[in-house]
């Protein structure tokens, strides 16, 4: 089974300052037809996961644009510019290339400072 | 307004069954696999099932293998999950998600199934 490592797990940050949620695979994350296919997520207190980026880069829609995702191969990022209030919450990184099973990070709690 | 409908939950003792149900619009559900995936009380995220669209793939993760069953009714857009032989540590949020198998786009949610004596 593929491992997703996440770091830190917690992550308090100051509003207005960036912020970035690293995600470590235990093998390579291409998949036969190329593509990578790990998504990020956030949970809000309270919430259903939400998915905020998919395929390592791609933004869903009506996510900010202060949220960004990179990485290839075995290390991924999340990144976000500018913290803001409403980004509280858990973060979840996932590979769907390598299955079953499909597999989450631990998730990184970020809160406001 | 995209919309995935879970139901079914409630509280149970262990051992006992419990089926959890899910109904999706058909944009989604059509065409595609579905996945159940949970969430302990104050955990992370666990995933749990998979069935392709003709049911003709299904996996399970190794925690309730030979105890959960996947299943799907095409004509009335909706996936369900058995579960049998429960336990404590099945305790938590039971959410469904699509579509495909990667894709992990569209969240209900959730349906709290509690295994407790």
């Known amino acids: 089974d593929v491992v997703m490592t996440q770091s830190p797990l917690s992550l308090p940050v100051t509003l207005g300052q960036p912020a970035s949620i690293s995600c470590r695979s235990s093998?390579?994350?291409?998949?036969?037809?190329?593509?990578?296919?790990l998504n990020w997520f956030q949970q809000r207190p309270g919430q259903s996961p939400r998915r905020l980026i998919y395929m390592v880069s791609n933004r869903d829609s009506g996510v900010p644009d202060r949220f960004s995702g990179s990485g290839s191969g075995t290390d991924f990022t999340l990144s976000i510019s500018r913290v803001e209030a409403e980004d509280v919450g858990v973060y979840y990184c996932?590979?769907?290339?390598?299955?079953?099973?499909?597999?989450f990070g631990q998730g990184t709690k970020v809160e406001i400072k | 307004q995209v919309q995935v409908v879970e139901s079914g939950g409630g509280v149970v003792q262990p051992g006992e069954s419990l089926r959890v149900s899910c109904a999706a619009p058909g944009h989604i559900f059509s065409d595609n696999g579905m996945h159940w995936v949970r969430q302990a009380p104050g955990k992370g995220l666990e995933w749990v099932s998979f069935i392709s669209y003709h049911s003709t793939n299904m996996y399970y993760a190794d925690s309730v293998k030979g105890r959960f069953t996947i299943s799907r009714d095409n004509s009335k857009n909706t996936v369900s999950l058995q579960m049998d032989s429960l336990r404590t540590e099945d305790t938590g949020v039971y959410y469904c998600?699509?579509?495909?198998?990667?894709?992990?786009?569209?969240w209900g949610q959730g349906t709290l199934v509690t295994v407790s004596s």
């Open positions: 998600v699509g579509p495909s198998w990667w894709s992990f786009e569209f």
């Open positions: 093998q390579s994350l291409v998949y036969s037809d190329g593509n990578i296919y």
């Open positions: 996932m590979q769907a290339t390598h299955w079953p099973p499909w597999t």
